[in-house]
Each structure stands twice: as structure tokens, then as C-alpha cells.
């Protein structure tokens, strides 16, 4: 039934509620209790964390790198428009000003 049909006849429109159990949630937070499933060892968090400590020494230069290859590519896009749409290294030649 409709919400017009059900105005005219008094009736209120009948409606339905779909409660879903949220896993992402339930896995988010460990699972309840830190031993259910989608927990996660505490070896393996301290070792995630090594590795973050270990990547953030080198993300500087990593970033660097992704920058100095940007501005080389839009260097060489100004000077030949038609590497605009190319990924060849052929095009980017450093930018001179």
C-alpha cells in the first residue's frame, strides 16, 4: 500500500525495519574481549608497528622522489603537451626557468 492509499484510508502504511549485525564493527574492535574472531595477536600488532617505525626513516625521501617526478612531468607538458597524456620518461625532461 501506498502512503496515498493508506491517507485516504485511514490506515497507517505499514513499514519494515532490516537490522543487519555490523561484522566490521565487531571486527574493529577485536572481536569483544580481544579473543573472538578478528582479533589480533598482540605479536603481530608490535611487529606492524616495527614496520611503520622502519617506513617512516625512508617516507621523506620516498615522497621526495613521487614530487620531483610530478614536477618533471609537468615540466615536460608544458614544453611538449602531447606527453600530457603519456607515461613514457621519454617525455619528462626537467623543467628549466
Given amino acids: 500500500m501506498t502512503d496515498a492509499a493508506a491517507a485516504k484510508s485511514g490506515r497507517k502504511p505499514k513499514v519494515r525495519y532490516y537490522r543487519f549485525r ?6 574493529a574492535s577485536g ?11 598482540e605479536e603481530a600488532l608490535e611487529a606492524a608497528e616495527a614496520e611503520f617505525v622502519k617506513m ?6 620516498w615522497v621526495q622522489a ?9 615540466g615536460a607538458a608544458l614544453i611538449h ?9 621519454n617525455c619528462a625532461t626537467p623543467r628549466t626557468t
Fill in 66 to 74: 613521487h614530487l620531483r617526478r610530478l614536477y618533471e612531468m609537468h
Fill in 56 to 61: 617512516a626513516e625512508d617516507y621523506p625521501d
Fill in 22 to 27: 555490523n561484522a566490521l564493527r565487531e571486527k
Fill in 31 to 41: 572481536g569483544g574481549g580481544g579473543s573472538g574472531p578478528g582479533a589480533i595477536a
Fill in 81 to 89: 603537451p602531447s606527453c600530457a597524456t603519456s607515461s613514457s620518461r
